[in-house]
Structures are given as structure tokens and as C-alpha cells.
């Protein structure tokens, strides 16, 4: 009886830029390599899986030592309320969260949700005191994930943009990374790309929109649109900066 071993199927090419393609669990046990205070930016249209993505993210990084902190701004978000139950964060209307009393198990991560009177005039306000208070307690402690749901919505409806701004620059000598994301890639801060260590681009058919790309430093943007222009759905573009490493994940 032969046992021989079937060798390893060589790795998938992007062709055009030659770039690797690797599946999900692949990356993220082989792969995705994390250090508590960088940053990380997520974009693309709706539908494509951004969400989904930075939960399997923070399924694979987040821990008592490293929480995580998400920042809900919908009412009501099915996605948000699945993946929370699955890499096990606790769900709180207001910050700071409760104690946990020694019987109970330390979270790995929080999601910040507060309740909704369906009235911007209540509802504005109170999500900003929320959440500042989230982005500012997760900046003096250190050693958190602090995730933003709507990047967008969080800087300019919420007018939180002084508080991300100083997460984005300071926060990472104290190891608060912001992990950023965004739909409306023309409509976020310009240090959601000069500073994220990680970003990973979803396939987007608005030339503004990858006109943009350009922003990201050490990187070739040439290079970034030709991949993300030929990414198929559900696929995205991963980018990091430091020493100008890419790749392409699959579903």
C-alpha cells in the first residue's frame, strides 16, 4: 500500500498582478500576524462583507488581555448580533460596561450598542456621549481593539472626528488600535489610510473611490487599483504597509 504524500497544490494567482490568493481560515491562522495598537481600515460598498470580515478579524485577535470594542450606530444590525454571540462579546447599552464578578468568565470584547428612540435629535447625541466616552476610556486604558462599525458616520455625523483623530495618532504608543470601516471610502478622515498598518480593499466600482486609494503611503497605487479592480465578489485586497506586503483573500 503506496504512502506516498499528494504534494500541496501550488497557491492560486491573481492574474494581471500575480498577486497569492488565500482562503479566510488559511490567512487568519497562517497569516494574520497583530500587534495591540495598530490600526486597521476595511473598505468597501454594502453587501460586500466588510462586517463579516472585521468580526472573523477580531474573532482571531481579540482576548481578555486585548479587547475588543465595537461601536454600533444602526438600530437594528443582524449581522452584528450574530457574529457578537459567535467570538463572544458582551453586549452593553452604555459605557463604561458593568463589572464582572469573579464567577463570571472575562469577555474577549464588548459591543457597544445603545438603544434608539428613532429620533436623531435624542438619538445623535446620546450615541456621541456613548461613544466618546468608549473611544476615551479605550485610549487611556491601552491594550484595546476599538472598532467603528461606520467610520464615516462616527467622524462626521457624530462629529466624534477629534477623538478618532487623536486615536489614530497617539493611540498606538498606548496600544489602542482603531480598526476602521467604511462604505464611503471618499468620505473618511485621510488618516484612515496613511495610518492603518492593515487595510483591506473590497472590489468598488466607483473610480473616485479608488482614486482614493492613493492616499495609502509605501505602497504602489497603481498596483492597489489594478487588483482591486479585478477582485471577484466577496473577494478583497489585503495591504500591509510595512514592508509592502499583499495579497488577495478569498470567501
Given at each position: 500500500?503506496?504512502?506516498?504524500?499528494?504534494?500541496?497544490?501550488?497557491?492560486?494567482?491573481?492574474?494581471?498582478?500575480?498577486?497569492t490568493i488565500f482562503g479566510r481560515d488559511e490567512f487568519l491562522s497562517e497569516r494574520w500576524r497583530y500587534r495591540?495598537?495598530?490600526?486597521?481600515?476595511?473598505?468597501?460598498?454594502t453587501g460586500t462583507g466588510k462586517t463579516h470580515l472585521a468580526y472573523q478579524l477580531l474573532g482571531a485577535t481579540?482576548?481578555?488581555?486585548?479587547?475588543?470594542?465595537?461601536l454600533v450606530m444602526k438600530p437594528?444590525?443582524?449581522?452584528?448580533?450574530?457574529w457578537s454571540k459567535t467570538v463572544g462579546f458582551r453586549r452593553v447599552?452604555?459605557?463604561?460596561?458593568?463589572?464582572?464578578w469573579p464567577w463570571q468568565q472575562k469577555p474577549s470584547g464588548w459591543v457597544l450598542w445603545p438603544r434608539h428612540r428613532f429620533d436623531p435629535d435624542l438619538d445623535n447625541p446620546h450615541l456621541y456621549e456613548q461613544f466618546?466616552?468608549?473611544?476615551?476610556?479605550s485610549y487611556r486604558r491601552g491594550d484595546r481593539i476599538l472598532f467603528a462599525?461606520?467610520?464615516?458616520?462616527i467622524s462626521n455625523e457624530l462629529a466624534l472626528h477629534r477623538e478618532s483623530t487623536t486615536l489614530w495618532q497617539r493611540g498606538r504608543s498606548m496600544g489602542a488600535g482603531v480598526w476602521a470601516a467604511s462604505q464611503r471610502p471618499t468620505h473618511i478622515p485621510l488618516l484612515a489610510y496613511s495610518s492603518a498598518e492593515h487595510l483591506f480593499l473590497f472590489a468598488d466600482p466607483d473610480k473616485r473611490d479608488r482614486d482614493r486609494y492613493a492616499e495609502i503611503g509605501g505602497v504602489d497605487?497603481?498596483?492597489?487599483?489594478?487588483?482591486?479592480?479585478?477582485?471577484?465578489?466577496?473577494?478583497?485586497?489585503?495591504?500591509?504597509?510595512?514592508g509592502a506586503r499583499m495579497c488577495i483573500l478569498d470567501r
Open positions: 500500500m503506496s504512502t506516498e504524500v499528494a504534494p500541496a497544490a501550488p497557491p492560486r494567482r491573481q492574474e494581471v498582478t500575480g498577486l495591540a495598537g495598530e490600526h486597521v481600515t476595511i473598505l468597501g460598498p481579540a482576548r481578555p488581555g486585548l479587547p475588543g470594542v465595537v437594528r444590525d443582524a449581522t452584528v448580533g450574530r447599552r452604555t459605557w463604561p460596561p458593568g463589572p464582572v466618546r466616552r468608549a473611544m476615551l476610556d462599525d461606520e467610520i464615516a458616520g497605487p497603481v498596483l492597489i487599483v489594478a487588483a482591486v479592480t479585478r477582485l471577484q465578489q466577496y473577494q478583497c485586497l489585503y495591504v500591509r504597509r510595512t
